[in-house]
């Protein structure tokens, strides 16, 4: 890796300069209410981030010191509240921070002996990227691309709830909550509401990667692509684990406080009960002021059988690779055509990509557990057939005010925007 460059001592000023303001440039668009004033909801992202160089240098020298934070990372990244990670990928994203820069700066930290983990981070960053080259359309197009046709659950309203984190599931419903507010959450958070809407309620992971994309402050075409794509199993490389929303949160925030931060209205239930609010006896729900249900002040769970929703998505892709058998090697792995430049030896020819057991042994039905405990997984689904999703029953649970005001200032912008 090359070291970058010694910062110049003087700039070159232009001979001429023009500023003719970033809403000439076309970037977004700010929806507007119904009296016309503007919602400006990035608002509050503003407040949580200090947008410098400045900034990202200190946050990554902090972090490397002794007693700074790497210490604790390989045992405390998966916590919910990021307390044992940098939240420095806004930084790396948008150039504040170069990467060669902090490839030496852990180098001279001894970051790879203290945590591996970390200093793989970089490595699959630049992994991401490197699929994005060789994949240009991986943003809204299967990388498996016999995976194309796959039935999916279209249901807008459940989107929706997952979305703005009505789910039911306190910890993904608190993850996409600070989302919206700071444009971020840590990475196990991302990973769990990833697998509740592609593998559990089965929609497609494009929606997920849209709207990732959208909110996050540190949205990476490949990154933010490569997860998703492997989230909805059509990437390189199938998520071979699972999460339940329930069981995960009890491990990546075991005292509750992530989820009385986000979602306000559980603030006082017991921690046994903060990330399975159904759990609680009826007279401790309402000991903490929680109602479950349409009237109530919190929504009863999107989905209750797990395993059976998990079941159905990965019948689908099952399906799918039925229809797609010359894409299908005789060990039942599925097969991708090398692009040109990705390798050494293969361009242009099939090749074998990893491929979960479940799909190929037609029939198996591994064990996802219904909230207590870790238990194994499956997959998705895709588009042309809806699957037999309660719609009733989420069309009655949404709709809970949540007592924050970005969940209010969310609530304002699916409205402008009609969604």
């Known amino acids: 890796v090359e070291k970058p460059l010694p910062e110049p001592p003087v700039l070159p000023a232009p001979e001429s300069l023009r500023d003719d303001g970033l809403t000439s440039l076309g970037f977004t668009s700010m929806p507007v209410r119904a009296n016309g004033t503007v919602l400006n909801w990035g608002a509050s992202i503003l407040e949580h981030w200090n947008i410098s160089e400045t900034a990202a ?46 490839f030496y700066e852990m180098k001279a930290a001894g970051a790879k002996e203290q945590s591996i983990v970390y200093w793989r981070r970089l490595v699959w960053r630049d992994l991401a990227y490197w699929q994005r080259s060789m994949f240009p359309q991986m943003r809204d197009k299967p990388i498996r691309a016999h995976y194309e046709g796959q039935s999916w659950n279209a249901d807008p309203v459940a989107l929706r709830r997952w979305q703005t984190g009505q789910t039911g599931f306190p910890l993904v419903d608190a993850g996409m909550r600070e989302l919206w507010t700071t444009g971020w959450m840590a990475q196990n958070v991302r990973m769990a509401a990833a697998i509740l809407l592609c593998e559990h309620l089965n929609i497609h992971w494009i929606e997920g990667e849209k709207w990732f994309h959208h909110t996050l402050v540190d949205a990476d075409q490949a990154i933010n692509s490569m997860m998703w794509q492997n989230a909805g199993k059509s990437g390189l490389d199938q998520w071979n684990f699972t999460m339940n929303a329930a069981s995960a949160g009890k491990t990546q925030d075991p005292k509750g406080h992530y989820i009385r931060r986000w979602c306000p209205e559980l603030s006082k239930l017991p921690a046994q009960y903060a ?56 060990q039942g792995y599925d097969l991708i055509v090398i692009p040109r430049g990705a390798s050494v030896a293969h361009d242009g020819q099939k090749f074998r990509v990893f491929t979960k057991p479940e799909y190929r042994n037609s029939g198996s039905r591994g064990h996802t557990d219904d909230g207590k405990g870790k238990g194994k997984s499956r997959s998705k689904g895709r588009g042309k057939g809806r699957q037999n999703w309660d719609r009733e029953r989420i069309d009655q649970d949404y709709g809970h005010d949540c007592a924050s005001s970005g969940q209010k200032v969310l609530d304002e912008y699916m409205r402008a925007w009609g969604a």
């Open 275 to 330: 990330h399975a609010p159904w759990e609680a006896p009826e007279q401790v729900l309402k000991e903490a002021g929680v109602s479950l249900g349409p009237k109530g002040t919190y929504p009863h769970r999107i989905l209750v059988d797990l395993s059976t929703a998990a079941w159905k998505s990965a019948e689908a892709i099952r399906e799918q690779r039925k229809r797609s058998r010359d894409w299908i090697n005789d």
């Open 57 to 102: 240098l200190e946050i990554l020298r902090r972090f490397l010191s002794p007693g700074g934070g790497l210490q604790r990372y390989e045992q405390g990244r998966q916590l919910a509240d990021a307390s044992a990670v940098t939240r420095i990928s806004p930084y790396l994203r948008f150039g504040m921070l170069s990467s060669r820069f902090m």
